[in-house]
């Protein structure tokens, strides 16, 4: 079964400082990959994707997630944390581009950005 | 545009009691999920609805019924809320040719 792993719920950094949040999946195919951010009390939205072409992809805010089919991983990173950058992060995957949108989740991981 | 809207916000309800989750999109999108949030445990699944007319169970479907009204309203309808549905409640919409999930603001719904 396809699954997907956020390594860490709790990640605390100092502003200024590298954010790394961890995704691994499993899939038998190759999938599409996407952050979503969610800041407090709000939906979900879109940080960045991963379809097909370029293995390095650039979000919102400052983000950008490289997919490693090697190592079937989608780490989501930014070099310089900001105190607005505090929220909880999902990685999730879609198997099948055409006709089943489902999206597989991860836990979350949820960043702290300490002055 | 709106986006995807979700009425109500906030709702309390009593064991037993019944309910409906309204969301709609203006965005045109074919395919509107329906999901639930729990602390850790993530977004998990309830119903959704590939295209107007159809609809499919998710991970959690029990207790909980939903309605594909036309092309921009998805419904989630709960029948005799439980305590163990105490939970915030996520609408999403999803275009044809994209994989992208557009949400809405989220129901927080208490069941004492």
């Known amino acids: 079964a396809q699954s997907v792993t956020q390594l860490g719920s709790h990640v605390s950094v100092s502003e200024g400082a590298l954010v790394l949040l961890r995704c691994n999946y499993s899939s038998s195919v190759p999938p599409y990959l996407f952050w979503y951010v969610q800041y407090p009390n709000q939906g979900l939205q879109l940080l960045l994707k991963y379809t097909t072409g370029a293995t390095l992809v650039k979000g919102i805010n400052g983000f950008e997630a490289e997919f490693k089919k090697s190592e079937t991983s989608f780490h989501l990173t930014k070099p310089s944390a900001h105190m607005s950058d505090a929220a909880e992060y999902f990685c999730a995957v879609s198997l099948n581009a055409c006709n089943n949108r489902k999206l597989i989740w991860g836990l979350g991981t949820s960043l702290a950005v300490n002055p | 545009n709106a986006g995807v809207t979700q009425t109500p916000k906030f709702q309390v309800l009593k064991t037993g009691q019944s309910m409906t989750l309204q969301c709609a999109q203006d965005?045109?999108?074919?395919?509107m999920y329906w999901y639930r949030q729990d602390p850790g445990m993530g977004l998990r699944l309830i119903y959704y609805s590939a295209s107007e007319g159809t609809t499919d169970k998710g991970e959690v479907p029990n207790g909980y019924n939903v309605s594909r009204l036309n092309k921009r309203e998805f419904s989630l309808r709960l029948e005799s809320a439980a305590p163990s549905q105490t939970s915030v409640y996520f609408c999403?919409?999803?275009?044809?040719?994209?994989?992208?999930?557009?949400f809405g603001p989220g129901t927080r719904l208490t069941v004492l």
């Open positions: 999403a919409s999803v275009p044809r040719l994209n994989n992208e999930q557009f």
């Open positions: 965005m045109n999108h074919n395919s």
